[in-house]
């Protein structure tokens, strides 16, 4: 499933000769204008689902005149590169975890990391769904990029081929996680080693024993198969991953008004569906993955939830002036507000 990709002068002049023709609107006659929308997970997962939704709607009410095609599973491009793609022009829609915009410059959105910060999905909805996180959106306008949506994808559990049940099994453990600052710290309060990856290599490296374990949404898991490689599970549901939905500004505002138009109401109806179905997505990965019996699954009681929060608080120090201590507090009062 993983993809083999480019080497790096390859992939670099291929960017840079479709990125002409990607960003021109020069196609813009009788032939559907076709908009390259790539992600990094399986198609049968919150965010697969979704892109092919919007793939769908999107046909529907453009008439025909857009063609929608996805990539799933980093064929097109991993992490680092789909982002630099983007703003190149040679792929026009991407949904980015949240805690990959560091590298645009877009630091804020690793407030969506910070460890326990959302008590449920109602909170996190008033934020992502609110005026919150459309001017969070607003922020990527001057990096060339326009933003949709948030996509769910849930909320994250550990893993390891050592036992984590405990704050204290964390410690010396080399743990995956994806280039955000925050989670970086928020292993760093556990007394793990944190290793930035792309997410095409994780399974990889758990297998190989490069790192023991990482933290993911169930879906994720389960469709990467990294159950089959992971001893152990905590079901920690300690952070949040989700998506924006992006694409090139350029782009995007030289789409004949009519085809904008519609793909923005194909995206409001996709984001409903992504949203509905990424619980139950989730659900369904976690119960598979128990019934597979690979992997120990261990829940731990509020209390010892409680505690593992209380471990990681120290990242809202360390990393409040990183994100903003106005915006984090401005997104616990929003999350946890009636
Ligand atoms: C990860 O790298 O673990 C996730 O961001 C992958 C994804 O897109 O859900």
């Not at 409903?272 to 019996?293: H, I, P, T, W």
């Amino acid at each position: 499933m993983r993809s083999q990709l480019p080497a790096v002068p390859a992939l670099l002049a291929s960017l840079l000769l479709t990125s002409l023709a990607g960003i021109a609107p020069a196609a813009w006659s009788a032939e559907a204008i076709v908009i390259k929308f790539s992600h990094v997970v399986a198609p049968d997962t919150p965010k697969g689902r979704a892109a092919d939704k919007f793939k769908e709607l999107a046909n529907t009410y453009t008439s025909g005149k857009a063609k929608v095609e996805v990539y799933p599973n980093s064929q097109l491009y991993k992490d680092k590169e789909e982002l630099e793609a983007l703003q190149l022009g040679a792929v026009h829609m991407l949904a980015p975890s949240l805690a990959k915009f560091g590298p645009l410059g877009a630091k804020e959105f690793e407030v969506f990391d910070f460890p326990c910060i959302f008590p449920n999905y109602t909170g996190l909805h008033k934020v992502t769904q609110g005026p919150l996180g459309k001017q969070l959106l607003d922020k990527l306008d001057s990096k060339g990029i326009t933003g949709l949506a948030y996509w769910d994808n849930g909320f994250k559990i550990f893993s390891s081929n050592k036992p984590i049940k405990a704050v204290e099994d964390f410690k010396g453990q080399k743990l995956r996680i994806q280039s955000s600052k925050v989670l970086d710290a928020q292993m760093r309060a556990l007394s793990a080693i944190p290793q930035v990856m792309a997410f095409s290599e994780v399974y990889q490296a758990l297998q190989t024993g490069v790192v023991d374990g990482t933290e993911n949404p169930p879906s994720n898991m389960y469709t990467q198969k990294m159950h089959e490689v992971q001893k152990f599970a905590m079901v920690s549901n300690h952070g949040y991953l989700g998506y924006a939905v992006i694409t090139n500004k350029k782009f995007w505002e030289g789409l004949p008004a009519d085809v904008r138009t519609g793909l923005e109401k194909a995206m409001k109806e996709a984001t409903v569906y992504a949203n509905e179905v990424a619980g139950k997505d989730n659900e369904d990965a976690l119960a598979a993955m128990k019934a597979s019996g690979k992997t120990e699954f261990y829940q731990p009681s509020a209390a010892e939830h409680e505690a593992l929060c209380k471990a990681m608080a120290p990242v809202y120090e360390e990393m409040g002036s990183r994100v903003g201590k106005d915006l984090i507090t401005s997104i616990q009062k929003e999350a946890a507000a009636k």
